[in-house]
Every structure is written in C-alpha cells, then in structure tokens.
C-alpha cells in the first residue's frame, strides 16, 4: 500500500522555532543615570520667527560664596621690597630718558599696594547650563576652554582659560566644595588639563625665586 502521506507537500515553517516576544533582541537597553540630574529641556519651535527654536532657559546647577580673589594679608618687609625694586627700576628708567615707563611702573607699584591692603568682598559664583557666573558677569561655554585646579595661599582656586582679556579666569572656590564632583561637572563641557607655563609665568617665578617677597 502506498503511503497516502507522501503525496503531502510539508509546510517549510512548520519545523522553524518559533520566536519568543520576550527574547534578550527586543528589549531596548536601559541608559545609564548619570550621577548629576541635569534639567531635560524638549525645544519647540518659534511661532514668531518659523524655523527658529525657543529659548532654554537658564538653571542653575552649582552655586557657592567666596573671596573675589586670594588674598594675604602682607608684612612690613614685603611693602619695603616692593619699594626698593620700584625705585631702582624707576631711577635706571629716568636717568635712560624714559620717562613714559617709569609712570607706568608707579602706577603697577600702587595697584599691588592697594590689592595688597585692601582685603576683597565676597561675591556669588554660578555654573548654569549657560556658562558660569561670577558676581555680574557670566561666562559663557563657547568663550572657555582648558581649566585647571592651582592653589595660592590658603585658597583651592579653579582656572579656566577665556577668550577675554587677560585671558585666564581665576574663581576662589568655597573650602567645602567637593572637587570630585565640580570636575565631573566641568569635565562636561571643557576639558582638564593644565596648560604649559608661558614665558611671562616663567619670568615671574625666577623673579619669585630670586627676589622673594614673602617669606
């Protein structure tokens, strides 16, 4: 007798697994929490200028109260050397016939009397998804570059490297402020790494090493 069942055509996907709906394949994989909630910001588009976004507005992510700049207080012999050094300077400059530098040098000689006598205010600093915020004046990402942490003193000092004059920018931070975080916070958006000394850094520290003024 002939088998009736040879003359079935089989169905090719009938021997096929069947896929599950819960395989590893379909489940999307779960980001990452970053260990900083920043604000998540969904853009819309203008409806005065079409093609154009609204605003983000700004927030706030760190803030903290500190001295404006390092600051000593300075003894009797830095004040005497300072004025050795400036007369010297002052008489070798007139007896060149320069007249125009040496106003210049008692007008640099009263700028460090004044910083060096006068102790300076505390003001507000702010890191915002703008920029950074130091008393009035903001800072924005696009103008920063390179930042550092150095320290004078007694102060932990944070410097980033600006396009604005003098090209360097110079934040007191509080004594409680975690460094970890703020460099995690930083690291976002610039880049940690300390530049190479320029030439007038390097003049200043033989001077410094040379001629100390503080003891």
């Not at 700049?69 to 060149?96: E, G, N, Q, Y």
């Not at 008692?106 to 700028?111: C, E, M, N, S, W």
């Amino acid at each position: 007798m002939a088998n009736r069942s040879s003359g079935q055509k089989k169905d090719p996907k009938s021997n096929q697994p069947k896929k599950s709906k819960n395989t590893a394949a379909t489940q999307k994989p779960q980001p990452d929490k970053s260990e900083f909630d920043y604000p998540a910001y969904n853009q819309q588009e203008s409806k005065l200028a079409p093609g154009l976004m609204k605003p983000i507005p700004e927030e706030i992510v760190v803030e903290w109260k500190a001295s404006s700049r390092p600051f000593k207080k300075k003894d009797k012999k830095f004040f005497s050397t300072v004025f050795i050094i400036c007369l010297l300077v002052c008489l070798i400059l007139f007896f060149a016939g320069q007249v125009l530098p040496v106003a210049v040098v008692v007008a640099v000689a009263f700028l460090v009397y004044v910083l060096s006598v006068i102790p300076p205010e505390k003001i507000t600093y702010k890191i915002s998804n703008y920029g950074i915020r130091v008393g009035d004046n903001l800072y924005y990402w696009e103008e920063m570059g390179r930042f550092w942490l150095d320290k004078k003193y007694d102060f932990q000092l944070l410097m980033i490297e600006t396009i604005r004059f003098p090209g360097r920018l110079t934040i007191v931070l509080d004594k409680k402020m975690p460094i970890d975080a703020l460099k995690d916070i930083l690291s976002e958006v610039l880049l940690n790494k300390k530049p190479e000394p320029t030439l007038y850094e390097k003049v200043a520290n033989w001077l410094q090493e040379k001629i100390p003024l503080e003891s």
